[in-house]
């Protein structure tokens, strides 16, 4: 099988951002890299799980939701991809960090529950506002 595209790019020089991965058919695969990929620190999967349903219920709100094509988290537990349909790196840059700004001020977690959820129970607010915050600190 051939190799795909987002096991190309090196993971010894990715350091904590965002990044464009590449693009295809006019969508563009964002990374969304939380900690330094083999650096040794991952995301917790309850927080990491309670980001993934804040920002996207939060992006998908935005102005830009028509745009929206997946939110979801790396199964490395390093970050997020984001994928936008035609949308450069600077308006999906000022998107994300508006986005997780307003993630910030959630205080219930979107589909929480266990009709909604497919583990609700594995959630983790505080833990999510903190990787949200340095997160922000790097990228905003
Ligand atoms: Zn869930």
Redesign the pocket.
């Known amino acids: 099988m051939e190799k795909i595209k987002s096991f190309m790019i090196d993971h010894d020089v990715h350091s904590k951002g965002l990044y464009l991965g590449g693009v295809s058919n006019n969508i563009f695969t964002y990374d969304l890299r939380f900690t330094t990929p083999n650096g040794g620190v991952y995301m917790d999967c309850a927080a990491m799980?309670t980001i993934?349903?804040l920002f996207a219920t939060v992006v998908r709100n935005s102005d830009l939701r028509d745009k929206v094509v997946y939110f979801g988290p790396m199964g490395c537990r390093t970050g997020f991809y984001l994928l936008m349909m035609g949308v450069e790196k600077e308006a999906t840059a000022q998107l994300v960090v508006d986005c997780f700004k307003k993630c910030l001020q959630l205080t219930e977690i979107p589909?929480n529950s266990r009709k909604e959820?497919?583990?609700?129970l594995e959630h983790d607010l505080c833990g999510a506002v903190k990787l949200i915050s340095e997160y922000l600190d790097i990228i905003g």
């Open positions: 799980h993934e349903h589909g959820c497919g583990n609700y």
